[in-house]
C-alpha cells in the first residue's frame, strides 16, 4: 500500500478505490490464464504447462493476499465494502464509503465516482490459499442425497497415517471400492465433488509415496488404475484444482497425510459438518455377515435395510459372490435394485435363484476332462497346490488334485486376510508349487497379495475367470502356462471393460 497523498479526504478516498479495483482486475485476469490452463491440462499431462500454473497460482495468492489487506485497511478506517452474492445483478463491490473519523459506519459519498468496472469477486469461489484453509460449516446444498455421501464418507473414514501393511492394505482396498462408484459422484454439487477427488488423490499418493517397497510392488497396478479414474472424472466434470492428480504435484502442507486431512475437513463442512458413527464401516467381514442376518431374521425385512446391510458387507471385504451373503439375499432381489455398486451382487443372487451355477455336469469324470496325454499335466503333477476363493466342496477338491496330479490340494476361501498373507509367506519360502486363484469368488486385495508372491518364488499360478469346475480349471491353464503376464493383462482389459 503505498503512503496516502496529501489532499482533500476525497481524493485519498478515490485513489485508494483506484488501487483497489486495479488489484481485483489482476485477480480476475490471473484467475482467466489460470482456468486457461486447467483446460488444457485437462487434456493430458504437460510439465512445462505445469510449471507456468504454479507460477501463476503463487503470483494468485500474493495478488489475493495484497487485496485482502488493501480491504482490512479500509474497513479499520471506516469505510465500508459491501459484498453481493454471484448470483446478484448487481456488482459484488457495489461502493465504497469514504472513512470519515466522525460514524462508525459512514454513508457511501456519491460525489466519488464509482469505477466503470467494478471488482468481481465471484472468482474467489476458486481461490485455494493454503491446505489449511476451511469456511464454517454449512448446511449442504439440496437436491441430491446428502445420506448417502454421508454414508460413503462415513466407510471411508478420517484419514490417517497407516503404519503397517494390514493398515495400507486396508486403506486401499477401502479407497478402490468406493472409486467402483465414482458415477454416482457425477450428481453430487461441485464442492462436493472437488473435496471428494482431492481426498482420494491424497489419500493415494500416501500410499503411493510413503508406503515401503513391498507395498508399493502390490498396489501399483490399482493406484495406478484408480488415479485413472480420477483424471477421467476431473476431465468430464471440472470440479475444480486439487492438488495430488498429477505425479509432479508436491504436498501443499508438507505431506500428503496432511492434505487429505484439509479435504476430510472441507468435504465434511460440503456435507453439512457430519460426525461419521465410528469413523468408518465395520472392517470385519463376519461381523458385517452377521448384522445382515440380523436384517434378514425380521418378518418382513425393510428393503432400505436390506440394501444398506449387503453395501457394508461388501464394504467389509466380503466378495459379491460369496455364498453366505448370496444364500441371505434369496428372494430379496428387488431391494438391491437402483445401485450400480450392487450390480455383480445382484446377479450373483439371480443365478443362485435360476440354479444356473456355470459348472459343468457332475457326470463327468476327470479323465473326460483332463485327458492322460495332456502335456500340461507335466507342470502341475507333483506339486503341492494351493486353491483360493469360492465354497468349499470335499468331493470337487479331491476331483481337482486327482485330475491334475497335484500331491496335495489346500483349498481356502479367502475370506481371511491373515490367512491369504500366511500363504504368501508359504509360497516364498517354497512350500507350495502351484496356485490357483477363483478370480470370481476374492477380492482385488487377495491377488494383490499372492501374484507378487508367485512371481518371486517362480510358482506357477493361473486365475480362473468364472466358476472353480474342473473344466475352467483347465481352460484357465492353458492360457496362463504359456503367457502368464499375456493372460493377465488380457483379463484385466476385461475387467475394465466390465467397470
Not at 472392517?283 to 461381523?287: A, G, L, R, S
Not at 476363493?389 to 468349499?392: D, L
Given at each position: 500500500m503505498t503512503t496516502p497523498p496529501q489532499g482533500s479526504e476525497a481524493e485519498r478516498a478515490a485513489l485508494r478505490r483506484a488501487e483497489?479495483?486495479?488489484v481485483g482486475l489482476q485477480l480476475m485476469d490471473l484467475q482467466g490464464r489460470i482456468a486457461g490452463l486447467h483446460a488444457q491440462l485437462a487434456q493430458g499431462p504437460d510439465r512445462a504447462l505445469e510449471a507456468e500454473l504454479a507460477r501463476l497460482l503463487a503470483e494468485r495468492t500474493e495478488r489475493l493476499e495484497a487485496w485482502g489487506l488493501m480491504a482490512l485497511r479500509w474497513q479499520l478506517a471506516g469505510g465500508v465494502v459491501r459484498l453481493e452474492s454471484p448470483l446478484s445483478a448487481t456488482p459484488l463491490v457495489e461502493s465504497v464509503a469514504a472513512p470519515g473519523p466522525a460514524a462508525p459506519r459512514p454513508v457511501p459519498d456519491d460525489s466519488i465516482e464509482i469505477?466503470?468496472?467494478?471488482?468481481?469477486?465471484?472468482v474467489l469461489?476458486?481461490?485455494?490459499?493454503a491446505p489449511n484453509w476451511t469456511h464454517q460449516t454449512h448446511d449442504p446444498e439440496p437436491g441430491f442425497d446428502v445420506d448417502a455421501a454421508q454414508e460413503m464418507a462415513a466407510r471411508l473414514g478420517a484419514p490417517a497415517v497407516r503404519e503397517t501393511d494390514e493398515e495400507r492394505l486396508a486403506e486401499a482396498a477401502a479407497l478402490d471400492r468406493e472409486l467402483q462408484r465414482l458415477a454416482l459422484w457425477a450428481d453430487y454439487p461441485r464442492g462436493v465433488q472437488r473435496a471428494l477427488v482431492g481426498l482420494f488423490a491424497c489419500r493415494l499418493r500416501h500410499l503411493q509415496e510413503d508406503s515401503p517397497s513391498h507395498i508399493k510392488a502390490i498396489l501399483e497396478r490399482q493406484i495406478r488404475k484408480d488415479f485413472a479414474r480420477l483424471t477421467q472424472f476431473s476431465s468430464d466434470h471440472q470440479p475444480g484444482w486439487v492438488t495430488g492428480l498429477s505425479r509432479q504435484h508436491k504436498p501443499e502442507t508438507g505431506t500428503w497425510s496432511g492434505d487429505a486431512i484439509f479435504w476430510w475437513k472441507t468435504l465434511r463442512r460440503e456435507l453439512g459438518g457430519f460426525t461419521p458413527d465410528a469413523e468408518g464401516a465395520p472392517?470385519?467381514?463376519?461381523?458385517a455377515l452377521n448384522s445382515l442376518q440380523l436384517v434378514m431374521n425380521e418378518r418382513h425385512p425393510d428393503p432400505q435395510n436390506v440394501r444398506r446391510a449387503a453395501t457394508r458387507a461388501l464394504n467389509a471385504g466380503v466378495t459379491p459372490e460369496d455364498p453366505r451373503l448370496v444364500r441371505?439375499?434369496?428372494?430379496h432381489l428387488d431391494a438391491l435394485s437402483g445401485d450400480k455398486g450392487l450390480k455383480r451382487l445382484r446377479r450373483a443372487v439371480r443365478r443362485a435363484e435360476t440354479g444356473d451355477d456355470e459348472e459343468e455336469p457332475e457326470v463327468l469324470t476327470s479323465q473326460d476332462v483332463i485327458p492322460p496325454d495332456w502335456p500340461y499335466l507335466e507342470r502341475t503333477r507333483g506339486h503341492a497346490a494351493v486353491m483360493v476363493?469360492?465354497?468349499?466342496r470335499e468331493q470337487r477338491r479331491a476331483l481337482i488334485q486327482d485330475a491334475l496330479g497335484f500331491t496335495s490340494l489346500e483349498w481356502l476361501s479367502g475370506y481371511d486376510i491373515r490367512q491369504v498373507q500366511n500363504l504368501s509367506e508359504r509360497i516364498e519360502g517354497g512350500r507350495v508349487g502351484f496356485v490357483i486363484l477363483l478370480a470370481r469368488f476374492i477380492s482385488h486385495k487377495v491377488t494383490d497379495i499372492l501374484l507378487p508372491a508367485c512371481k518371486s518364488a517362480e510358482v506357477d499360478w493361473v486365475v480362473v475367470k468364472l466358476g472353480y469346475g474342473l473344466s475352467q480349471i483347465r481352460v484357465a491353464i492353458e492360457r496362463y502356462l504359456d503367457d502368464p503376464e499375456g493372460a493377465a493383462a488380457a483379463d484385466s482389459e476385461e475387467d475394465d471393460d466390465d467397470d
Open positions: 483497489f479495483g486495479a469505477p466503470d468496472e467494478s471488482i468481481d469477486l465471484s469461489d476458486d481461490f485455494v490459499i472392517t470385519n467381514p463376519e461381523v441371505l439375499l434369496i428372494g476363493g469360492g465354497e468349499i
